[in-house]
């Protein structure tokens, strides 16, 4: 069955760097676009960044441009988010999502905080 497995999160200070890894299994991971959420306290989830199935293209959330790097290596079955100058308003549960099955991964907690 499809697995998504998340890492990387952790308590960070602000202006720091965290890089989400997302371990995919169960499909044939290089055919499908991939996504990463996320839901802070008492906020809905919200899409952070996507990427399509070879990487081409990525699209990331307003609030994120210019700090956030979707990435993602096929050979490995594995999509990145590299989180660059991260603000306390960052802080959230982030999670990886496969649109086409609507599997969600476990989430892993990201607090930036000093």
């Known amino acids: 069955q499809v697995q998504l497995v998340e890492s990387g999160g952790g308590l960070v200070q602000p202006g720091g760097s965290l890089r989400l890894s997302c371990a995919a299994s169960g499909f044939t991971f290089s055919r499908y676009a991939m996504s990463w959420y996320r839901q802070a306290p008492g906020k809905e989830r919200e899409l952070v960044a996507r990427?399509?199935?070879?990487?081409?293209?990525?699209n990331l959330a307003d609030s994120v441009k210019g700090r956030f790097t979707i990435s993602r290596d096929n050979a490995k079955n594995t999509v990145y988010l590299q989180m660059n100058a991260l603000k306390p308003e960052d802080t959230a549960v982030y999670y990886c999502y496969f649109p086409l099955r609507g599997t969600w991964g476990q989430g892993t907690q990201v607090t930036v905080s000093s």
């Open positions: 990427i399509t199935s070879a990487g081409g293209s990525t």
